[in-house]
C-alpha cells in the first residue's frame, strides 16, 4: 500500500460548516485562465518536466523527493520552465525577473498565488502538471510541499492539509468507469483530481468535503486545468446533497483505520472500518439505475472472521458489486506505514513508541490481525439475484481498468440470463492477447497442467484441463458451445453426454473470468 494515500478530507465526523463554501484564503480563480496560457507555453506540462528533469529526477518528484530535481534545474540554466519548476514543485525563492519571464507575475501575485518578499517572490500552493487520459494538460494544486508523502512523511501536520496527486487517486481515475453520464458525484474530493476527470464525461460534475480548504483547491484545479466548474458542497459523506441521485460516485475517502482522527485527508473520523462501510451501504440509495459508484478503501481482517464475508455484508440492496483485495498488511506493518506517512518516525523516539502503542492497541481492541485494501465498484442493477464478486487479486494489472470493469458487470448480466443449457447453445470467441502455457517436467510427453493467461487488463491466469484448453482454442464465434463438446467428446473417446454435462461451469468460469466472449446472434 506505500503510494496509496487517500486523498478526500474527513467525511465521517461532524463539520461545524453547512451549505456552500466560498474562496477565502487560497489563490483567486478569477484569472487562472491567463495563468494557464503561461505555464503551457513555458512547457509546464507532465512531458516538459520530464525532458527537463530526465527520468529518475522526474520519479524522484513524484515521490515529493525535491533533491535531484533542484540539481536538474541548476544544471539547465534559469530559463522560465526552470523557474517554475523551483517556484511550485521544490518550494524554492525565485527572483522577480526570473519569475516575470515566466508567467503574468503582478496578476500571480495580485490573485495570490505567489507572494513577494523583496527582489524574491515565493508561491503559495503547489501546481502540479498532470496529464490527462487523452494527452490533456491539466494542473493539479494543492498545499505547497504536500503533494505526496516522501521520506520523510507529507511535510504538515495541520489537520486541514489538503494532499495532492498519489497512488490511490491515479489507481481510482484508472479504474473509474468512464461514459458520457449526467451527473457525478466526487466524494471528499480533496484537490479535485476525480471531479477533473468525471468533468471530461459528465455534464454535471458535484464535488464534496468536509474540508473548505479542500473545496478550494478543487475550484483551483478545475480552473487552471480549463475543466467546467463543478457544484462544490460541504459536508460529510452524503449529506450535502440530500436524497439527490446520480450516474456516477468516486470517491477516495478517508479510509485509514486509525486509533482518532488525527489528519483530516486520511482518518475518517470513525472506528475501524466503519467509514468505509457506511459510504458503501449509502451509496445505493444515490445511485441512478444503471449508475456506478467506484471506491477505495481499507476494511479490516478480524480474527475468526472470513473477510470476503465482511465486506460482502456492505453491498446495498438492488446493487450489484465487484470487490478486489489489492493488498493486505498485517497490523504492524500498517501502523508503521502510516507513523511515516505523518513523519512521526522523524519525532522524539519516545513519541514515536507512544503513538505506535495506540495504533497497536486499536487493533487488539478490535480483534483486528491485518488491514486489507482495495477497489469497491457498486451498480446499481435493481436484480432479484444481484452479482457479488469478491476475491483477491495482488498481481499486476493494465491501467486504466475503466473498459474492464464495465465488460465485468455485462459478462455477470451476461451469465445471469444464461443457464446451463443456454450456454451449450452459445458462441463465444476467446479474447484477444490470451495465451496458452503449458506446464510440465522438460521431455515429458503430457503437460502437468495448461494455464490460460490474459495480456490485458486484469491479467489473469487460470488452470483448465485439455478439455478447457481445447475448447478455448477452438472457439472462434461459428460454432456453438456444444458442438465444440461433442466434437471433442468424439476425439478424446468421452461419452458426449458426460462431457456437456461437466463443462458448463467451466465455461461460465472463463467468460466471468473474461477469457471467453459471448458472441451475439
Excluded at 40 to 63: C, E, K, N, W
Aim: hydrophobic share 40%.
Amino acid at each position: 500500500m506505500p503510494g496509496d494515500r487517500p486523498r478526500g478530507a474527513r467525511i465521517g465526523g461532524a463539520s461545524p460548516h453547512n451549505g456552500r463554501v466560498s474562496t477565502t484564503s487560497l489563490p483567486s480563480p478569477d484569472r487562472a485562465a491567463e495563468l494557464r496560457t503561461a505555464l503551457l507555453a513555458a512547457g509546464f506540462t507532465a512531458d516538459g518536466l520530464l525532458d527537463l528533469l530526465g527520468a529518475p529526477a522526474y520519479a524522484a518528484l513524484a515521490r515529493s523527493e525535491t533533491v535531484p530535481a533542484l540539481r536538474a534545474t541548476r544544471g539547465r540554466g534559469d530559463g522560465p520552465l526552470a523557474s517554475l519548476v523551483r517556484l511550485f514543485l521544490l518550494r524554492q525563492p525565485e527572483s522577480y525577473a526570473n519569475a516575470a519571464a515566466a508567467l503574468p507575475v503582478e496578476a500571480a501575485l495580485t490573485d495570490g498565488w505567489l507572494r513577494r518578499q523583496g527582489d524574491e517572490v515565493y508561491a503559495t500552493v503547489d501546481v502540479r502538471p498532470y496529464g490527462g487520459p487523452d494527452g490533456e494538460d491539466w494542473f493539479i494544486v494543492s498545499d505547497l510541499g504536500c503533494a505526496v508523502g516522501g521520506a520523510g512523511g507529507i511535510g504538515s501536520r495541520e489537520e486541514g492539509v489538503v494532499l495532492g496527486v498519489g497512488g490511490a487517486s491515479t489507481t481510482l481515475a484508472g479504474i473509474t468507469v468512464r461514459i458520457p453520464v449526467a451527473t457525478a458525484l466526487d466524494l471528499g474530493t480533496g484537490s479535485g483530481i476525480q471531479a477533473l476527470h468525471a468533468a471530461q464525461h459528465a455534464t454535471r460534475v458535484t464535488a464534496t468535503d468536509v474540508n473548505p480548504r479542500a473545496l478550494e483547491f478543487t475550484r483551483l484545479t478545475l480552473a487552471l486545468s480549463g475543466a467546467p466548474e463543478a457544484e462544490l458542497l460541504l459536508g460529510s459523506l452524503f449529506a450535502p446533497v440530500g436524497d439527490a441521485t446520480y450516474d456516477l460516485i468516486v470517491s477516495n475517502p478517508p479510509f485509514v483505520i486509525s486509533p482518532g482522527a488525527r489528519l483530516t485527508y486520511r482518518d475518517g473520523g470513525m472506528g475501524g472500518d466503519d467509514l468505509c462501510r457506511t459510504l458503501v451501504q449509502q451509496a445505493g440509495d444515490h445511485l441512478n439505475p444503471g449508475g456506478y459508484a467506484q471506491f477505495l478503501g481499507n476494511w479490516q481482517h478480524v480474527e475468526g472472521e472470513d473477510w470476503h464475508d465482511r465486506v460482502r455484508s456492505w453491498v446495498p440492496r438492488g446493487c450489484d458489486a465487484w470487490i478486489v483485495q489489492r493488498d493486505v498488511q498485517d497490523v504492524t506493518q500498517y501502523a508503521e506505514l502510516w507513523l511515516r506517512d505523518a513523519g512521526d518516525h522523524r519525532t522524539d523516539p519516545a513519541e514515536y513508541a507512544r503513538r505506535y502503542e495506540e495504533w497497536l492497541d486499536e487493533f487488539e481492541a478490535r480483534k483486528t490481525k491485518a488491514v486489507g485494501f482495495g477497489w469497491i465498484t457498486l451498480r446499481r442493477s435493481d436484480a432479484e439475484e444481484p452479482s457479488i464478486v469478491v476475491e483477491e487479486w495482488p498481481h499486476s494489472v493494465e491501467q486504466p481498468l475503466g473498459d474492464a470493469v464495465l465488460a465485468h458487470f455485462t459478462r455477470q448480466d451476461y451469465l445471469r440470463g444464461h443457464d446451463d443449457a443456454a450456454l451449450l447453445e452459445a458462441r463465444f470467441v476467446l479474447a484477444e492477447e490470451v495465451v496458452q502455457e503449458q506446464v510440465g517436467a522438460p521431455g515429458a510427453e503430457d503437460p502437468e497442467h495448461v494455464v490460460l493467461r490474459q495480456n490485458r487488463g486484469m491479467r489473469r491466469a487460470t488452470k483448465v484441463d485439455t478439455v478447457g484448453a481445447g475448447f478455448a482454442g477452438v472457439c472462434d464465434g461459428s460454432l456453438t458451445a456444444g458442438r465444440i463438446l461433442d466434437a471433442i467428446a468424439q476425439l478424446v473417446q468421452e461419452d458426449p453426454i458426460v462431457l456437456r454435462d461437466r463443462t458448463p461451469e467451466a465455461i461460465r468460469m472463463l467468460v466471468e473470468q473474461g477469457f471467453l466472449e459471448p458472441v451475439e446472434r
